[in-house]
């Protein structure tokens, strides 16, 4: 079956910091792979999304590359802002499949 | 701005009470989604509706109902609902349901059983 491993959290880094979060994942098709942020007391933003293998998703300074080699989507930052703390997701979606598959979220503080 | 809206934000039950979420999407999208979302927890699927049809039960107890008047509109129905289902309920959409395209969610119901 699908499943998406993230790394634990939470994550603490001060402004400007460079941020990475890890996701690997197992599919059994060929997935569509997506980061949702979720700020406090919200539902889930979709930041970002790749469809196919070397695409790049970025939005707001945020970057992830769809790596099939490594069956991997690590999110990146530059420089983060406070504005950022919220809880990350990363989740794939396959061919032939109606439900998203979402990793267990990490959650990003970042301090002024 | 989130394009699926959904009402109320927040829900104080009994659990004898009946009550309903609603939740509506404009962009024209044809699959609709109901999730269950615990606190530090990522959402679970509780039910897919693709063309207005209900296409997937995640094995959700029947004091939830769910119905789908239109393409637009999705409810949920609550009855006799547990303490264990407080919870955030989130509503999502996307163009179909078995295309990789993504789901886009509301803002969601923050529901209290008491």
């Known amino acids: 079956g699908n499943s998406v491993t993230q790394m634990e959290g939470p994550v603490t880094l001060s402004e400007e910091a460079f941020l990475t979060i890890n996701c690997t994942y197992t599919?059994?098709?060929?997935?569509?792979l997506f980061w949702y942020v979720q700020y406090p007391g919200e539902g889930l933003q979709l930041l970002l999304k790749?469809?196919?293998?070397?695409d790049k998703g970025s939005n707001k300074g945020f970057e992830a590359t769809y790596r099939k080699e490594t069956t991997s989507f690590h999110l990146e930052k530059g420089s983060v802002q406070v504005s950022d703390s919220a809880v990350y997701f990363c989740a794939l979606k396959d061919t032939g499949r109606r439900a998203l598959t979402f990793g267990s979220g990490t959650r990003l503080q970042v301090q002024p | 701005d989130t394009e699926v809206t959904q009402t109320p934000k927040h829900l104080v039950m009994g659990m004898t009470n009946k009550k309903s979420l609603k939740c509506e999407q404009h962009m024209g999208h044809r699959a609709m989604y109901w999730y269950k979302q615990k606190a530090k927890k990522p959402p679970e699927l509780m039910f897919v509706?693709?063309?207005?049809?209900?296409?997937i039960n995640e094995s959700v107890p029947s004091r939830f109902s769910p119905e789908c008047p239109n393409s637009s509109l999705l409810n949920l129905h609550l009855h006799a609902l547990q303490p264990e289902d407080s919870a955030l309920y989130l509503c999502a959409s996307s163009q179909g349901g078995q295309t990789n395209q993504p789901q886009h969610f509301g803002d969601g119901t923050r529901l209290s059983i008491l």
């Open positions: 599919a059994t098709g060929y997935p569509s």
């Open positions: 509706y693709s063309y207005e049809k209900l296409s």
């Open positions: 790749a469809t196919k293998a070397d």
